[in-house]
C-alpha cells in the first residue's frame, strides 16, 4: 500500500454522510477516496438486499466498518414492541449478512414524542413523560435481543445521544449510562458507540472511554463536530471535523489510551454536505482526519 | 394569608421570564399573582441601583430568591479574566445589597466562541477548544472568588447548564461537575442550581440531586420546560411547565426528597412569552406550578 492508502485505512465513510448516493456509488467513492471501509445504513443495504450489498463492498476490498441502525424499542405497548423487536431482529441478520459484528443501536425517545418519531402512539403516550420508565424499557429489550444477535456473532452497539436528542430520538445519553446496561451482558454481546458529537460536552468523558476500553465495549468511534449556530433542522446540525467546537486531538487520544484499534467513522448529517459530491466529502473528510485525528493515533 | 396565597408563596417569577418588563413592572405583577418572590437579573436590578431594587422589592413584601447572574470567568487572557473578576465582586455586591444569599453563576464557554458570547478575543483565542482547561479556569476562579463573596454572605450557586450551551454560553455541564468543583469550599460559600431545562436528561439526576441535598448546596429550584421543534434562537427556546418533554412531578419529588425547602423560580427564555402581558404570563406559570410542582412539594 501506498503510505496514503496506509495512512487512510482506518478511515470509514458512514453512508448518511453521503446521503443522496447508492450503497454502490459510497463504496465506489469511499475505495476511490483510498478509505479503507465503510458503515451504509440499512435503508441502503435494503435496497439491494444485504447479500448484494456484502458483495459489493467485498469487491471493493473494503471493510464494513458497522451497521446503522437499530433500535427505537422505548414503545410502551406490546404490539409496537414487538415489531421493534422483530425489526431489530432483521437489522442483526444483515449486519450478520455484512459481515460487521457492530450493530449501532439508536434506541428512540419518550412516548411524549411517539409522534414526532414517527412511531405508533396513543393519547396515554402523548402524556408520558416517563424517562425513567423509558430507559428502563431499554434495558429491558436489549436484554431479549441479546441472545439472537450473539448467536450470529453480531454485537448491540449502544449509542449514547446528546441530550439535545432525549426527548425525540434517544434516551441513551452518556457512555457511563450505555456501560452500565451494557454490564448486565458479555463485551462481544452488548458495546458503545464513541461519537463525539454526541459525548464531547460529557464531564466524565475521560473516565468513561477508559472504562468502555477496559470493559472491551468500544464498538466504534465516530468523528464529527459541534457546529454553531445549530440548523434549522437539529438533527442535521452536524460538521466536519474541525469546523466546530470538538477537540478532536484529545478526544483522539482517549479513545487511543483505551485501547481501541478499529475503523473510525464520519458520520454527518448536514443537508449542505448532501449537497456536494461524494468525491469532494470524501477528499475533505480525508483531509480533517489527517490533520486532526491521524496524528494521535 | 388566603389559600392561594400560601399555595404560590414559593413560586418565584424570575425577572427573564417577563424580560420586556422593569423590576417596578415585575415585582407589581408577581405580587398581584400571589406569588412570594422575585428573581430578579442585574440589567433590571441596574438600571435602578441595587439599593432602590432592594427597596421595590421589599415594599411588596416579596422575597429575592436569586440574582441572575455572574459568571462568565473562562477567559484566557490575564485582562479579561480581571475584568470578569471584578464584575463578578459587583454582582455579589448587588447580591448582599437585595438581600439574596444566591449569586447564579453561568460561567461561560470556550476561547473558541468568546465572539459567539461577545467576549474580547484574539485569533489564538479562535483555535483554542479544549474544553478540559476551560472547565479548570471556572473552577480556579471560583476559588478566586470565594473569600470575597463569602465576606459579603453570598453564595456563588452553580449552574450546569444544558449540553446544547456547552461551547458557547456554559462549560458547567452536570450537578456532578458543579458539586465536585463546590466540594472545595464549605455548603455555604458554593452551591448549585438546579433548572430543569439545564439537567432534566441527565441519567444521574435524582441521584446527583439527593446528594446536592445531603452536602447542603441547593441554591435554587428553577423550573422551565424543554419544547421542541428547538426555537431559532436556541437560547429563547424554553416553554411554560407541562408545553414540552420535562416529567416536573418527578423531579419535584426529587428536589423534597433532596430537602429542598426554598424558593421555585420560573425562569424560561421565550420570545412568544415576552410578547405578553406580565400578568398572563404569571397566570399561566401560577396554573402550570400548581397542576405539575405544588402536589409534589
Known amino acids: 500500500m501506498t503510505d496514503r492508502a ?12 453521503c446521503k443522496p448516493y447508492t450503497l454502490a456509488q459510497c463504496v465506489a467513492a469511499a475505495k476511490a ?20 450489498a456484502s458483495k459489493i463492498i467485498a469487491d471493493a476490498g473494503l471493510r464494513t466498518s458497522s451497521l446503522c441502525r437499530g433500535g427505537f424499542i422505548t414503545a410502551r405497548d406490546d404490539e409496537t414492541a ?7 431482529r432483521l437489522a442483526i441478520d444483515e449486519a450478520a449478512t ?3 459484528s457492530e450493530l449501532v443501536m439508536v434506541v428512540g425517545g419518550l412516548p411524549a414524542a411517539y409522534e414526532l418519531m414517527s412511531m405508533p402512539h396513543t393519547p396515554a403516550d402523548a402524556t408520558d413523560k416517563n424517562l425513567v420508565a423509558a430507559r428502563q424499557r431499554v434495558a429491558d ?19 449514547p445521544m446528546h441530550p439535545l436528542f432525549t426527548a425525540d430520538r434517544g434516551v441513551l445519553t452518556t457512555l457511563k449510562q450505555s ?9 462481544d454481546a452488548v458495546g458503545v458507540v464513541v461519537d463525539t458529537y454526541h459525548v464531547w460536552w460529557d464531564p466524565d468523558l475521560q473516565t468513561d472511554i477508559a472504562r468502555a476500553g477496559r ?13 454553531l449556530p445549530l440548523a434549522a433542522s437539529t ?21 487511543v489510551e483505551a485501547g481501541y484499534t478499529g475503523d473510525i467513522e464520519v458520520e454527518i448529517f448536514n443537508e449542505d454536505i448532501w449537497a456536494l459530491p461524494a468525491q469532494t466529502t470524501i477528499t475533505t473528510m480525508a483531509q480533517r482526519y489527517s490533520d486532526l485525528v491521524l496524528p494521535y493515533l
Open 6 to 17: 496506509v495512512s487512510l485505512d482506518r478511515l470509514s465513510l458512514n453512508t448518511a454522510t
Open 33 to 52: 477516496g483510498g478509505l479503507g471501509a465503510v458503515g451504509p445504513w440499512r435503508d441502503r443495504v435494503q435496497e439491494v438486499g444485504a447479500e448484494t
Open 82 to 88: 414487538t415489531n421493534a423487536l422483530a425489526d431489530n
Open 98 to 100: 455484512l459481515g460487521t
Open 141 to 159: 429489550r436489549i436484554a431479549e435481543l441479546v441472545p439472537y444477535a450473539s448467536d450470529k456473532g453480531v454485537r448491540l452497539a449502544l449509542e
Open 179 to 187: 456501560l452500565d446496561i451494557a454490564a448486565d451482558h458479555p463485551p
Open 215 to 227: 470493559e472491551g465495549r468500544i464498538s466504534s468511534y465516530q468523528i464529527c463536530d459541534w457546529t
Open 235 to 255: 438533527l442535521n446540525s452536524r460538521g466536519f471535523p474541525g469546523d466546530g467546537f470538538i477537540d478532536f486531538p484529545t478526544i483522539t487520544r482517549w479513545v
